[in-house]
């Protein structure tokens, strides 16, 4: 056992003198004291040990640790309970080596892991340490999520540590926070050389550089240091209300001793930004001097600080000549102010000053709507409180009285009497096109400046307001208003809102709007949500918080009418095109919208009235339609359905007989059921009945046809394009055979008696036919189009186009070459109508980008002589065309066929489907291609 000042060790072991060998254990314990630590950085330190080697080599191999708590500076202290480290200690190496191991150091706030081995090496020093603070206090600062690499390096006798940092946000009281801030820095010689740097949104811009002496005579000081502020926002007002400045600091790291310099300007308003404040700034030998001024010296502000420190005074001294300061709150709030102002106070305790204001001039609003405070006015501060007797507000015919006291420390206490119009608020709401009426009010207000309680009673009188953007105007508004404090009761609130009638009654929380209660009646009020739907509806909506903790929107609406009428023409597409393409850049930047924490429960009805008219389809509608959960992800039950209507082909029109587009969860898409039918006269005069059915997912639902004939699908479309069968051209109407689903339309199937069935059937088989709405130039209509396509290589496809316009019928036929996945030119074929003349042209086209939206993921594999882009195109396939499950044998029909005609015959397909409701959301396609 040794004892020694505060050192105490047990060893225990065996030294074998014969061959100059140690095995020995050690316990120890010491303080802090005996290593010559900082008194801030003081614990008890212990460990266990094991010795090895030789007397002339010894090393040493142990664990040291000890409940920490460090304190110093202002921070607040932070406690260890678990601060470990493992090392290793060769006193007689060549190079004496002490390494640490492993260090283990952790509380609810700060963790240190060590990420470079520690090491000392000789005089040689090196090791690395991730240090990170969760939060962190430090006098009136605190520091969130701080981020911290350090590196050890240089010599012992001159040690160099190099950090990276990171914090998430530093925040000093109420008046400023800073987020996202970095830095970078040295420590070497004493010396510590940083830089700062912060950027935000809108160009906002913090940087900063120096150096600080970390050990002297005078203490920390800071010397070669500039900071910059650009476009950085004041933590009050309009957020278009920014400084720009430079700072330089020198000196004691002491406010009584440093010295700061700076300049800048004060922008009230970025779009008013040609007549900005100036900015001086001067500390020095604990003197401070502020001054703001704007160019016509009309608003000139001087604060004087002395004696910076406990006992500092500031003498704040301001006049103002009729300046306007509107654009520091918005945009439009007209605050004009004339006057003087004079305020001591002690540093220390600032909202104790006293002085006096001298007003000639105050009104806030624009024009013959503003509230006018009655002039001149002198008012006295003393400790901070603000008397105010008998004050008068005029607005419009209307005046309110008031007295009480303001004080900057304890907030309001004020009574209002009186009369406002509220026209008079118009600039504080810029969201409404027109505010108007009148309230007779008897309030007391009382509480502190940032949130005043509201106590009394309002009583409105023929209300209105409008928002002429989204179609909104109420107006003979009449209610009564209870303020109880943080809560307003909506007793009786009544009027007319577009055309119609509405009621509210229930109770706000302004500053929690979520804990509010509202209920709301309306009767056939007139909507036009989207360009082109006029809605008529009727209900009852209540909102609050419900048994599961959450705000929840619940209620009938009656949907009385609703009309939806558009025909697209050329104007309305080249314009919506030319602001796609050419305009701004922000147009295309997604933003994630954000919605509000509110659940819906609501149910909307209409048992008729729902009308449709486009120049494709007519119907009348009903619906029965449940809306619940999120309102981020509402899951919809039910749908429309129809109860009469008809689909426009050409000049033939399919009356509906059963329709329906309903939302069955879990999908979010909606199903679409449609049967219709229509009456055609075959080349014989004989009556036709064909059915057209479309089911399926409403962006791409399957669509048959049939007829009370027999007649094929190819037989439909040539009556439904020409108005006449097809019996006295070809022997089609004699073989009468069914397009099976997935199977082409061949001539050779109809016209058996051709030579070369097989080398026809290839070339004649059309790989696509479907319809979809195409402009016509001529008529300046979307109308419908018949396509067929045919792929005739890797790089060929012919293209036939047929017009089911009312208006007019054009047949076009195309050969298109892909020079390029984005660049191809067609050669193209174009008849009209019989008194038209047919041309001929050429087409150059490039896809700028393309919108289609990916249904399904198709991934090939085993497929070596066949790329994937080849197997795509000879299978007629994209990720934007949804598979069905059932569409997988033919696939893999196709894909066999696809290499027999390349010469492997012992081809094999297998395909995996993932996916629900029918349709793959991922499809795999397994190939063993085999010999030639």
């Given at each position: ?7 105490w ?9 014969a ?12 303080s ?51 601060f470990?480290?493992v ?25 240190a ?19 990170k ?86 203490g ?34 002491n ?25 001086i ?13 704007n ?7 001087m ?12 003498d ?13 709150i ?16 002690n ?42 007797a ?9 005046t ?28 504080l ?33 023929s209300g ?12 003979m ?49 007139v ?43 050329i104007?309305?597409l ?8 050419f ?11 954000k ?20 120049n ?13 959960g999120?309102?981020?992800?509402p ?10 209507g008809w ?8 009356i509906?007989t ?25 080349s ?8 057209l ?36 051209t070809t ?8 397009l ?19 080398f ?115 299978l ?19 894909i066999?066929?696809?290499y ?29 291609e085999?010999?030639?």
């Amino acid at each position: 056992d040794l004892a020694y000042k505060d050192l105490w060790v047990r060893l225990k072991g065996i030294y074998t003198d014969a061959t100059n060998e140690i095995i020995a254990s050690a316990n120890y314990k010491l303080s802090s004291n005996y290593l010559q630590l900082p008194n801030w950085l003081q614990c008890p330190l212990q460990g266990d040990s094991e010795l090895k080697g030789s007397i002339e080599n010894p090393s040493l191999k142990g664990n040291l640790s000890c409940p920490l708590s460090i304190s110093f500076a202002g921070i607040e202290e932070q406690y260890f309970k678990d601060f470990e480290l493992v090392y290793e200690l060769s006193p007689f190496h060549p190079k004496s080596v002490l390494a640490v191991k492993s260090l283990v150091a952790a509380n609810e706030t700060i963790s240190a892991e060590m990420v470079e081995e520690l090491r000392l090496e000789g005089l040689d020093l090196r090791g690395g340490v991730d240090l990170k603070i969760r939060s962190l206090k430090f006098e009136d600062i605190q520091l969130n999520d701080l981020k911290m690499a350090i590196s050890l390096g240089g010599r012992l006798e001159n040690p160099r540590i190099n950090y990276t940092a990171s914090l998430e946000k530093l925040i000093n009281g109420d008046s400023l926070t800073i987020s996202d801030l970095h830095s970078t820095g040295t420590v070497q010689n004493g010396v510590l050389a940083f830089s700062i740097d912060q950027e935000g949104s809108q160009g906002k811009i913090l940087r900063g550089s120096g150096e600080i002496k970390l050990v002297g005579e005078k203490g920390p000081e800071i010397h070669n240091s500039k900071f910059y502020l650009i476009k950085y926002p004041l933590p009050f007002g309009n957020p278009q209300t920014f400084i720009e400045a430079e700072l330089a600091l020198s000196g004691p790291l002491n406010i009584e001793k440093l010295t700061v310099a700076g300049r800048g300007k004060v922008f009230i308003d970025s779009q008013q930004s040609d007549d900005p404040l100036e900015l001086i700034l001067n500390v020095n030998k604990a003197k401070a001097d502020l001054s703001l001024t704007n160019s016509d010296k009309k608003l000139v502000a001087m604060l004087k600080i002395s004696d910076l420190g406990s006992n500092a005074r500031g003498d704040l001294d301001l006049k103002i000549a009729g300046q306007s300061f509107g654009n520091v709150i918005s945009p439009k709030t007209c605050l004009d102010v004339g006057g003087e102002l004079n305020y001591v106070f002690n540093i220390s305790a600032p909202l104790y000053g006293d002085g006096r204001v001298n007003l000639y001039k105050l009104s806030a609003g624009c024009d013959q709507n503003a509230l006018r405070v009655e002039m001149p006015l002198s008012l006295a501060i003393k400790k901070g409180d603000v008397s105010i007797a008998n004050v008068k507000i005029n607005s419009n015919q209307a005046t309110l009285e008031v007295s009480g006291t303001v004080s900057l420390n304890e907030g309001f206490n004020l009574e209002a009497n009186g009369s406002l119009s509220l026209d008079t608020l118009l600039p504080l709401v810029p969201f409404l096109d027109d505010l108007g009426g009148n309230v007779d009010l008897k309030l007391s207000v009382v509480g502190a400046l940032q949130a005043p309680g509201l106590h009394g009673d309002a009583v409105l009188k023929s209300g209105r307001f409008s928002i002429a953007s989204k179609g909104i105007n109420a107006s003979m508004i009449d209610g009564n208003l209870v303020l109880e404090g943080d809560r307003i009761s909506i007793k009786k609130l009544s009027g007319e809102l577009n055309s119609g009638d509405f009621a509210i009654d229930g109770y706000l929380i302004p500053m929690d709007l979520k804990r509010s209660v509202v209920n709301l009646h309306f009767d056939k009020i007139v909507l036009e949500p989207v360009e082109a739907l006029l809605l008529i509806i009727s209900g009852k909506l209540d909102a609050g918080i419900k048994d599961s903790g959450r705000p929840l929107l619940e209620g009938v609406l009656n949907i009385d009418s609703a009309q939806y009428q558009k025909n697209i023409d050329i104007k309305g597409l080249l314009g919506m095109l030319t602001s796609t393409i050419f305009g701004r850049k922000e147009a295309f930047q997604a933003t994630a919208r954000k919605f509000p924490d509110l659940d819906l429960k609501l149910q909307v009805n209409a048992r008729r009235n729902i009308y449709v008219f486009t120049n494709w389809f007519g119907a009348e509608l009903k619906t029965d339609l449940s809306v619940d959960g999120p309102i981020s992800a509402p899951n919809l039950t039910g749908g429309f359905s129809t109860i009469s209507g008809w689909l426009g082909f050409r000049n033939r029109r399919f009356i509906i007989t059963s329709g329906s587009v309903n939302f069955i969860p879990p999908s979010t898409e909606p199903y679409l059921d449609l049967v219709a039918e229509t009456k055609l006269y075959s080349s014989t005069g004989n009556p036709v009945s064909v059915v057209l059915e479309a089911k399926g997912l409403l962006r791409q639902p399957t669509i048959e046809f049939s007829s009370d004939q027999g007649l094929s699908p190819q037989d439909i479309f040539t009556l439904l394009a020409t108005g006449q069968g097809a019996s006295n051209t070809t022997v089609v109407d004699s073989v009468g055979r069914d397009l099976e689903k997935g199977s082409g339309l061949a001539i050779s199937s109809v016209i058996p008696f051709l030579p070369l069935p097989g080398f026809f059937d290839d070339l004649t088989r059309i790989d696509n036919f479907y319809f979809e709405p195409e402009l016509d130039p001529a008529t300046g209509l979307v109308e419908p189009v018949a396509i067929a396509t045919k792929n005739l290589g890797d790089q060929f496809t012919a293209v036939g186009k047929m017009g089911l316009g009312e208006r007019r019928s054009v047949s076009r036929a195309s050969i298109i070459y892909d020079l390029t996945p984005r660049l191809n030119i067609a050669g193209i074929f174009e008849a009209g109508n019989p008194e038209e003349n047919a041309s001929l042209g050429v087409d150059l086209s490039y896809t700028v980008f393309s919108r289609l939206g990916r249904a399904v993921k198709i991934k090939f594999e085993g497929n070596e002589q066949l790329s994937d882009a080849d197997l795509m195109k000879r299978l007629s396939l994209n990720e934007s065309v949804s598979i069905q499950r059932d569409d997988i044998p033919e696939i893999v029909s196709k894909i066999r066929d696809i290499y027999l005609k390349a010469g492997f015959r012992a081809a094999e397909a297998r395909i995996s489907c993932k996916g629900e409701s029918g349709y793959c959301t991922a499809v795999n396609m397994h190939i063993k291609e085999g010999p030639i």
